[in-house]
């Protein structure tokens, strides 16, 4: 019976900490998956748990935590031997450091686990593992290995019909292309990931891409590029997203000082750290 019980509650509490998520309420939800993990002991729903409750950690700005959380993860998944959820862990971990701006830390894991896990072949996590060693490359100024990187996640996720990670991926291989000197076609790929983003309801996806966007339109148009800060800002208060918040945020405040408008600048930036930021 009391198995029962514990089963009925972790159903309950995982099923909440969804609603919270739909709703924007990311540090709800780390709350609710938290209490979840009290009345789980099945080592693979364990992981899970932490899996996702690092991610939303990760997106509430909570960073350390989010470290905690997927270290855990992986460490189960790897205790499990599986390596499929493994791989996936790790991805999500090293997007978490570099969320963080922990790039070295990221590209630690990340460079030894695309070796690793090879033999994964056409596998989502392996795709999302390279992925986000593409990200780490662009991050750390290597843009010819981060769009080699790229292409070779690309290549799988579109054809395997990953669009979330396919969208994800063209931001990184367009804003790479962006720091090559390439704008317009980096744009194009950016444009194109924010479209998949739009249109599969993607919103962290989709609020990278505008904020990727405005840094290479701030070059051609900073009109433009001050409607997609401030399109991505509002969608991320919507969202509860308070990461991406902070980084909108920063943009308007620079662009609107470009372009002249200091009272808005500095009203945007006040609101901002009024939110209580975690240090990065």
Request: proline letters at 2%.
């Amino acid at each position: 019976e009391a198995d029962a019980l514990a089963g009925q509650a972790r159903i309950a509490l995982r099923a909440a900490a969804e609603r919270a998520i739909a709703l924007g309420s990311h540090d709800q939800a780390v709350t609710l998956l938290r209490q979840a993990l009290t009345v789980t002991t099945d080592p693979a729903e364990t992981a899970e748990l932490h899996e996702r409750a690092g991610e939303m950690a990760s997106t509430a700005g909570r960073l350390d935590d989010a470290e905690a959380f997927l270290l855990r993860a992986t460490e189960l998944d790897r205790e499990r031997g599986d390596r499929t959820a493994t791989a996936r862990a790790i991805a999500a971990l090293g997007r978490a450091r570099l969320t963080a701006k922990r790039t070295d830390e990221a590209l630690a894991v990340l460079e030894p686990a695309v070796e690793e896990f090879a033999d994964l072949g056409g596998d989502a996590a392996l795709v999302a593992l390279r992925s986000q060693l593409a990200r780490g490359y662009m991050l750390t100024g290597n843009g010819l290995r981060s769009v080699e990187m790229a292409d070779r996640a690309l290549e799988v996720a579109e054809h395997a019909d990953l669009v979330p990670l396919l969208a994800d991926t063209l931001i990184t291989k367009g804003s790479s292309l962006g720091d090559l000197g390439r704008l317009q076609e980096g744009l194009g790929a950016i444009e194109t990931g924010v479209r998949l983003a739009r249109s599969e309801g993607l919103m962290s996806t989709l609020m990278r891409g505008l904020n990727n966007a405005s840094i290479y339109q701030g070059e051609i148009d900073p009109s433009a590029c001050l409607d997609a800060l401030t399109e991505g800002f509002a969608l991320a208060r919507r969202m509860g997203q308070r990461y991406w918040g902070y980084g909108f945020a920063i943009g308007i405040g620079y662009t609107e000082i470009r372009l002249g408008d200091w009272d808005h600048a500095v009203a945007v930036l006040a609101d901002a750290l009024a939110d209580d930021p975690a240090p990065v």
